[in-house]
């Protein structure tokens, strides 16, 4: 195919081609008229390049069929970040329709069919090539926020400054709506930006905040805007893999969630003890495992909300439960042993369950009991008493 006429009227034209590619984009495109002027200026460069590249196009065609991605080298990377992919078609669409209206002019004699086709074809390869630019884009972006995501989560765990949290947090979009809550699980495998992505997928439909981080074989999860944790993160679920997963107590901010994301990960060590534990489970339900495990601050909680709040209502309590379970768990037997009626037996471990969350009656809050009231006696301090 010889174009050598056309092609020289076409690298002729390329200037004022650029030039009404960018007015008519000013006239028939609204959001573009509104960019900022640097970002119109980068447009008008990736034109110009585009034109160039389409009489290199024309010249070697037979040669290299594909059009360089490097016609969008001209402008830097964060224009793919200003300028969606869609609306990039509709600038390549633009172009490709000032070009076209000038065929009558810039094909020589005979010439003008052969010219556009090869604007049709030449228009199909720089879409393509935009497509790649994008996608390229899209896969950096996305490692740089699982990067960053990761560095969130190693400094809640690590108990980093709050507001150093709080800026790389809002790098990511994060809105800090309160409360805030960890959840830590098992990975489900495969590479992380994988996991992040569907991660964030699912948490976009549930409407709330999300960052995470995989660390080796565990997936943890900060939630921002979930007034019932748990409730969220069992429509969650099937973004962990197999195993426990456990959601820490929620506190009103990012910066004061590394309370949270502690008890979720010494939750998620100890959660294997307890088989027969719900998916999820939250971490305050495992302070029994907890305390046996070495969380210091589960077994602080175990003598001062539980043991504590018993002692301070009163001793009947306390001895009642301590009937309670020496006689295995049996109501008449207790209420034979105290000489009080059952239902006085029935209202003091309603009053146990009231006051510590815990009921003497369910097999594994009744361990959660037996270990607080075990670690009150051991380690008695100012915090249980009066």
Request: charged share 25%; net charge negative.
């Amino acid at each position: 195919m010889e174009l050598a006429a056309t092609i020289k009227k076409v690298e002729r034209a390329a200037g004022a081609l650029a030039t009404q590619s960018v007015a008519r984009m000013d006239e028939k495109l609204p959001w573009f008229r509104e960019l900022p002027a640097d970002q119109r200026s980068m447009v008008m460069l990736v034109a110009q390049a585009g034109v160039s590249s389409f009489v290199t196009w024309l010249r070697e065609h037979g040669k290299n069929p594909e059009v360089s991605d490097e016609v969008f080298d001209a402008a830097p990377s964060d224009l793919a970040r200003s300028i969606s992919l869609q609306h990039t078609v509709a600038l390549v669409k633009v172009t490709v329709d000032v070009v076209e209206e000038q065929v009558p002019h810039l094909a020589a004699q005979g010439d003008e069919t052969a010219l556009a086709i090869e604007i049709l074809r030449f228009s199909r390869e720089i879409a393509f090539a935009a497509a790649r630019v994008y996608a390229r884009a899209a896969e950096s972006r996305s490692t740089w926020d699982a990067r960053l995501q990761a560095l969130v989560v190693d400094g809640l765990l690590q108990g980093d400054d709050g507001d150093e949290l709080a800026g790389r947090a809002a790098a990511l979009g994060w809105s800090d709506s309160p409360p805030v809550s960890v959840t830590v699980g098992r990975s489900p495998g495969g590479e992380a930006s994988a996991i992040l992505h569907s991660l964030h997928r699912a948490a976009r439909r549930l409407g709330v905040d999300v960052i995470a981080g995989v660390h080796g074989d565990r997936l943890i999860l900060v939630l921002g805007g979930a007034e019932a944790p748990e409730q969220v993160i069992t429509q969650l679920e099937p973004q962990f893999g197999d195993g426990p997963i456990v959601v820490g107590p929620t506190t009103v901010s990012l910066s004061e969630a590394t309370v949270s994301a502690q008890a979720a990960l010494a939750g998620h060590r100890v959660a294997p003890a307890w088989p027969d534990a719900k998916r999820p489970v939250s971490a305050d339900q495992l302070l029994a495992e907890r305390s046996l495990g070495g969380d210091t601050h589960a077994r602080r909680m175990l003598r001062r909300d539980v043991y504590g709040e018993l002692r301070r209502a009163g001793g009947s309590l306390l001895q009642t439960v301590d009937v309670f379970f020496s006689q295995g768990a049996v109501l008449e037997a207790t209420a034979r042993e105290l000489f009080v009626h059952p239902n006085t037996v029935r209202y003091r471990l309603n009053r146990v369950t009231e006051i510590t969350g815990f009921s003497p009656i369910g097999s594994h809050d009744a361990f959660v009991l037996r270990v607080a009231l075990a670690i009150g006696r051991l380690e008695p301090t100012h915090d249980t008493g009066r």
